[in-house]
């Protein structure tokens, strides 16, 4: 839906990104080169390069050093199913983020011991500067990276436990419910709030992706009782997966 008049260099996107998306312009295909599009819209190499920045941007074509600007092969999106924990059972880290039984995934993992920011003592409840263990995540699905994700747990909570390293000892690996449940911490909800910004470069290098392109970020929080026992981000390359929610209807 467009409202007012567009200005000339989203015209000329508009049309180019059409023949992307119908196929006129295949993946692989050379983009027109400046000079071509000048000829083709009439219009200046100002608004033909504004075009191709703005399809640059929008993630269908690569610049490609010393060759020119092609049209990108988008992938098929893959669904990473978000429903919540199950109260039972020993579900691993990757299953607690992908809940999709059929999806086969690994993780390596690295947990240091840290200082509460504002933003991390803020979503756990404790004060800014208090020790925290952060563990960070990073998922493969089919060998392919998925997921990146930051955790953070309050060592006033974990420390002189069996679960104090999460990837270790008698519960190690089999996520947050169950771990805390082994110290009696009975976890009995979650909240995730979701959003999209551009990717880090450390993001989208660890993801296999473009400094730049969107992800989506998904802060998750785990209550016990009203206290936040854990919380977490996690980033996902939009281009190639999509959050989905089964929630149950009450």
């Known amino acids: 839906m467009v409202f007012g008049e567009q200005p000339a260099y989203l015209r000329v996107a508009g049309d180019l990104r059409r023949k992307i998306l119908d196929g006129t312009l295949p993946p692989h295909a050379r983009l ?61 880290p990757y299953r607690q983020e992908q809940a999709d039984e059929s999806s086969k995934g690994t993780w390596e993992s690295h947990t240091v011991q840290d200082a509460a920011s504002a933003d991390v003592a803020a979503r756990l409840g404790i004060q800014v500067g208090d020790r925290v263990m952060r563990t960070h995540y990073l998922f493969r699905t089919e060998g392919e990276p998925s997921m990146l994700s930051t955790s953070w747990e309050p060592l006033a909570l974990t420390a002189r436990t069996p679960v104090l390293l999460p990837e270790e000892g008698p519960v190690g690996g089999q996520g947050v419910v169950p771990r805390m449940t082994a110290i009696d911490v009975l976890v009995d909800h979650m ?28 802060r998750r929080t785990y209550y016990a009782s009203g206290r936040p026992v854990e919380t977490a981000d996690v980033v996902i390359p939009a281009e190639r997966y999509r959050a989905v929610y089964h929630l149950p209807v009450r």
């Open 191 to 218: 909240a995730e709030e979701v959003g999209a910004r551009p990717g880090l470069a450390e993001e989208t290098a660890a993801l296999g992706g473009v400094p730049g392109h969107i992800v989506i970020e998904i």
């Open 32 to 92: 027109p080169s400046q000079a071509r599009i000048r000829s083709d819209y009439g219009v200046s190499d100002t608004v033909a390069l504004e075009a191709r920045k703005v399809l640059m941007a929008e993630g269908y074509v690569e610049g490609r050093s010393g060759s020119g600007t092609y049209v990108r092969e988008r992938p098929e999106r893959r669904p990473i199913i978000r429903s919540g924990f199950r109260p039972t059972g020993a579900p691993s």
